[in-house]
Nanobody, 124 residues
Framework: QVQLVQSGGGLLQAGGSLTLSCAAS????????MGWFRQASGKEREFVAG????????EYADSVKGRFTISRDNAKNTVYLQMNSLKPEDTAVYYC?????????????????WGQGTQVTVSS
C-alpha cells in the first residue's frame, strides 16, 4: 500500500516556474516507478513525466520536454516535478502516480496509486 500526498501548485503567470512535490508513505516507494499526469478541464488525463526506481531513467511528454524536470529523492520518499517556462496550456490538475513492475511509468493504465491532485493555473 502506498499513500501519495501532493503539495505545491497554485496560480502564476506565463513564463513562471513552479515545483510540485509528492510524498509517499507505506514503505514501497523505493521499488515504485513514479510519474506525473495532468488533466485539463474537459480533457482526458495525460502523461507528463515518469521516472524509474533509481531515478536514472526518465520519460517526458513532448509538450513538456525541455521545460519540465522530474526527479526523486528515495531517502525522503518524495518525487518532484520542476516546471519552468510555464504556458497557459499547462493549466490543469496535476496528479502524482506510482506503479510497480515496469521500468518507467508512461501510461495511466500502469498506475497503481494516485495522489489527490493539485491545481496549476497559468495566466497569459
Amino acid at each position: 500500500q502506498v499513500q501519495l500526498v501532493q503539495s505545491g501548485g497554485g496560480l502564476l503567470q506565463a513564463g513562471g516556474s513552479l515545483t510540485l512535490s509528492c510524498a509517499a508513505s507505506g514503505g514501497a516507494f523505493s521499488i515504485a516507478t513514479m510519474g506525473w499526469f495532468r488533466q485539463a478541464s474537459g480533457k482526458e488525463r495525460e502523461f507528463v513525466a515518469g521516472i524509474s526506481m533509481s531515478g536514472r531513467s526518465t520519460e517526458y511528454a513532448d509538450s513538456v520536454k525541455g521545460r519540465f524536470t522530474i526527479s526523486r529523492d528515495n531517502a525522503k520518499n518524495t518525487v518532484y516535478l520542476q516546471m519552468n517556462s510555464l504556458k497557459p496550456e499547462d493549466t490543469a490538475v496535476y496528479y502524482c502516480a506510482a506503479a510497480f513492475g515496469i521500468v518507467v511509468l508512461t501510461s495511466h493504465r500502469q498506475v497503481r496509486y494516485w495522489g489527490q491532485g493539485t491545481q496549476v493555473t497559468v495566466s497569459s
